[in-house]
Nanobody, 122 residues
Framework: QVRLAESGGGLVQAGGSLRLSCAASGRTFGSGGMAWFRQAPGKEREFISAIRWTDSRTYYADSVKGRFTISRDNAENTLYLQMNSLEPEDTALYYC???????????????WGQGIQVTVSS
């Protein structure tokens, strides 16, 4: 059974930084990849960033480009999201997602974590 477990969320002041982690267990994701999404209250889920497992190629949403960095540790089967220059608008529930199928960057993920709260105060 595949399990994705996020950690590292919390409360931070605007301008601060946080690093999210997502530990994957139950399988590896071969030619697929992993991603981060977020959902703020009253809004739809939003794609943030993804990384392809084979070559570490990455893709970012315009809203986080230059501030957030996605990375992975193959040996630990763990995904990271370094978030810098955080803004109150980044407040949301952040989800880790994974796919073992062909990676379409912002869609098509069959595995999801439970989510972790990130709150940025002004």
């Amino acid at each position: 059974q595949v399990r994705l477990a996020e950690s590292g969320g919390g409360l931070v002041q605007a301008g601060g930084s946080l690093r999210l982690s997502c530990a994957a267990s139950g399988r590896t994701f071969g030619s697929g990849g992993m991603a981060w999404f977020r959902q703020a209250p009253g809004k739809e889920r939003e794609f943030i960033s993804a990384i392809r497992w084979t070559d570490s190629r990455t893709y970012y949403a315009d809203s986080v480009k230059g501030r957030f960095t996605i990375s992975r540790d193959n040996a630990e089967n763990t995904l990271y999201l370094q978030m810098n220059s955080l803004e109150p608008e980044d407040t949301a529930l952040y989800y880790c997602a994974a796919t073992a199928r062909q990676l379409y960057w912002n869609r098509g993920y069959e595995y999801w974590g439970q989510g972790i709260q990130v709150t940025v105060s002004s």
